[in-house]
Every structure is written in C-alpha cells, then in structure tokens.
C-alpha cells in the first residue's frame, strides 16, 4: 500500500470527491482522502492522503493557501461565480466611474481578520443540511460570519471589467465570496470569473500532477506511483529526529510513550531541548509518528502515529 501525499492538479470539471474516485482506480487502494474542497470550476492544488497518510489531512488543511483569481466586475450570480444565474448587472456608466486606485484601495482592505459570511453554494451544514441543497431547492437561510484571514492580497492586473488577484489566505476562505464582497466595497456587483489555487502550504502549483499524468506514472515508472509520493515523514522535515533501539520497537509499534535508555546510545545520550516535537524511527530509521518531549515526565509522548502499512 502507498502511504504519504500526493499533489494532484485539479483539472476544471472535476469535484474533488471525483479526483478521489478516480485515483482509487488508478491506484488500487481504497484508503485516500482530498484535503480541501476545490469548486469543480476550480483549477489546481489539491493534496491527497494516501494509506496512513489520511492521518494528516486536517494538519494540511489547517495550512495557508495561495490562489490566483480573476474578479469580474459588474455582475452578481447567486453562485457568486460565472457557473449561477444573473441577479444583477451593473450599468456601463458606474463600470467606467470606477478607477484603478480605488480598486487596489477595496482590495487592500480585506487584508487582515475578515469575518466573512459563507455562501449558500458551499458544503457547510446548517441544522443537518449542506448550504447547496437548500440553495437547489430555492432556500436561502441565515448563515453567521466565521472569521478568516487574508494574508496578502496583490492586484496583478487590471483589464475591465477583469481584475486579477493573487491571495494568500487562511483555511475556510471562499474567495469567490471575497470577490463579492469586494465588488460590494466598490458599490459594484462583482463575481469570481476563474480560480486557480497555487499552492497549499508546502504543496505548489509546479510539482502538481494532473490524474493522466500520475495514471502514467504508474504504467511507466518501476515503482509505480511511489516516485511521485511524499512521504508522511517529509510533513515534519523540521522536527529533529531520534530512533529506537530494536528490543524497544514493540513499545514503539504500540504506540507507548519512550525513555531515553530505549534509544540507541548516540540518541539516548541527547539531552532534548524545550518541549519540541521529534521523528521518531525505528533502529533501521524507519519513520513511526511524532512524539513530544515532556522535561516533567523525563520522557517522549505520542502525538500522532504513522505506523508503516503494509
């Protein structure tokens, strides 16, 4: 079984339900999970879980997210993007009154905590119900703000009624109704005409496959679809990492909490710093889970465990 990540481009027309369906297929496997939904008209990034690797599907999600949208002003959908009906359309005459500065000023705005409403076109449940099922069936409800993060919003260009936007932002943030509310700080009806995400945390638009090109991967490659995985492991390159001397690996494989005296000697002679978390492996360096170091128990306790699946 493949266990680790898989950074899979999102192709237009897709749901991200399909692109789990049809890796399955690809793969063989059953144990997958997307980490986020991209609306079907959506392009790009979007980390799969694969094996053991479903374990970090919420530590993905949780990251920051990089889009590249395209804002069309003077019109509104009741999708808030180009695929719903026309509520309204702006005349020419308030398109034309609307500059560039005051578009890059609205856009500025937004960065920063921003309590956003969610759109009635989105997966969130109200009362059992997901938002597009009441919406399909013509009912709008009352929906409270969350509040999300912008953490950059740049303008990188401006051809009317189009305006380009590159945003950085946090997790639960619907740009499309971004682009609405926007338009609403201009005075102008406003949608998402395109979105392509460019990265989620460390998973970027350039190292993305498409499900073709991993579907040859795994006809053409040796290993199969195993080249282009990331490992679990990589998600925590930055925490230092210690190993287990082989007569403790059944308190590892148990998942128990660790002494130094049940390391190998050149980590067991480590003293840990702070209260960090460490990769722990096994004597052969294969890695388990993370553990954090507790200075009060004088010992490592389990975070998360990744044990290797067969």
Same mark, same amino acid.
């Given at each position: 079984?493949?266990?680790?990540?898989?950074?899979? !481009?999102?192709?237009?027309?897709?749901?991200?339900?399909?692109?789990?369906?049809?890796?399955?297929?690809?793969?063989?496997?059953?144990?997958?999970?997307?980490?986020? &939904?991209?609306?079907?008209?959506? *392009?790009?990034?979007?980390?799969?879980?694969?094996?053991?690797? &479903?374990?970090?599907?919420?530590?993905?999600?949780?990251?920051?997210? *990089?889009?590249?949208?395209?804002?069309?002003?003077?019109?509104?959908?009741? &999708?808030?993007?180009?695929? #719903?009906?026309?509520?309204?359309?702006?005349?020419?005459?308030?398109?034309?009154?609307?500059? *560039?500065?005051?578009?890059?000023?609205?856009?500025?705005?937004?960065?920063?905590?921003?309590?956003?409403?969610?759109?009635?076109? /989105?997966?969130?449940?109200?009362?059992?119900?997901?938002?597009?099922?009441?919406?399909?069936? #013509?009912?709008?409800?009352?929906?409270?703000?969350?509040?999300?993060?912008?953490?950059?919003?740049?303008?990188?260009?401006?051809?009317?009624?189009?305006?380009?936007?590159?945003?950085?932002? /946090?997790?639960?943030?619907?740009?499309?109704?971004?682009?609405?509310?926007?338009?609403?700080?201009?005075?102008?009806?406003?949608?998402?005409? /395109?979105?392509?995400?460019?990265?989620?945390?460390?998973?970027?638009?350039?190292?993305?496959?498409?499900?073709?090109?991993?579907?040859?991967?795994?006809?053409?490659?040796?290993?199969?679809?195993? #080249?282009?995985?990331?490992?679990?492991?990589?998600?925590?390159?930055?925490?230092?990492?210690?190993?287990?001397?082989?007569?403790?690996?059944?308190?590892?494989?148990?998942?128990?909490?660790?002494?130094?005296?049940?390391?190998?000697?050149?980590?067991?002679?480590?003293?840990?710093?702070? *209260?960090?978390?460490?990769?722990?492996?096994?004597?052969?360096?294969?890695? !388990?889970?993370?553990?954090?170091? /507790?200075?009060?128990?004088?010992?490592?306790?389990?975070?998360?465990?990744?044990?290797?699946?067969?």
């Amino acid at each position: 079984m493949l266990n680790g990540m898989l950074n899979v !481009y999102k192709e237009a027309g897709y749901t991200s339900s399909d692109v789990v369906a049809k890796l399955r297929g690809i793969l063989h496997m059953r144990k997958i999970g997307h980490t986020g &939904t991209l609306d079907p008209m959506a *392009e790009g990034v979007l980390p799969v879980c694969l094996g053991n690797g &479903t374990k970090l599907a919420s530590l993905i999600e949780d990251r920051d997210k *990089e889009y590249r949208a395209v804002m069309r002003l003077g019109l509104s959908t009741d &999708t808030q993007d180009m695929t #719903g009906q026309v509520l309204e359309e702006a005349p020419p005459e308030l398109l034309s009154s609307i500059t *560039e500065d005051m578009i890059r000023e609205a856009c500025a705005s937004f960065i920063g905590d921003y309590d956003q409403i969610p759109p009635m076109y /989105s997966a969130i449940k109200v009362q059992g119900k997901k938002l597009y099922e009441l919406a399909r069936a #013509g009912k709008t409800v009352e929906r409270k703000a969350r509040r999300v993060k912008i953490l950059d919003l740049e303008v990188e260009k401006i051809d009317m009624p189009l305006v380009t936007l590159r945003v950085v932002c /946090s997790k639960g943030t619907y740009i499309r109704t971004l682009c609405e509310d926007a338009g609403r700080r201009l005075g102008c009806p406003a949608v998402m005409d /395109s979105l392509l995400r460019t990265r989620v945390g460390s998973f970027c638009l350039e190292d993305a496959r498409t499900l073709s090109q991993v579907e040859e991967a795994v006809k053409s490659a040796p290993d199969g679809a195993a #080249g282009i995985v990331r490992t679990v492991e990589s998600f925590f390159s930055e925490a230092p990492y210690i190993r287990v001397s082989g007569e403790n690996l059944r308190y590892l494989k148990n998942g128990n909490p660790l002494y130094r005296n049940q390391l190998l000697p050149e980590y067991a002679s480590l003293r840990p710093s702070g *209260e960090g978390s460490y990769r722990v492996c096994d004597h052969e360096g294969c890695f !388990y889970g993370i553990y954090r170091w /507790s200075g009060e128990d004088k010992r490592y306790n389990p975070v998360r465990m990744f044990i290797p699946q067969d």
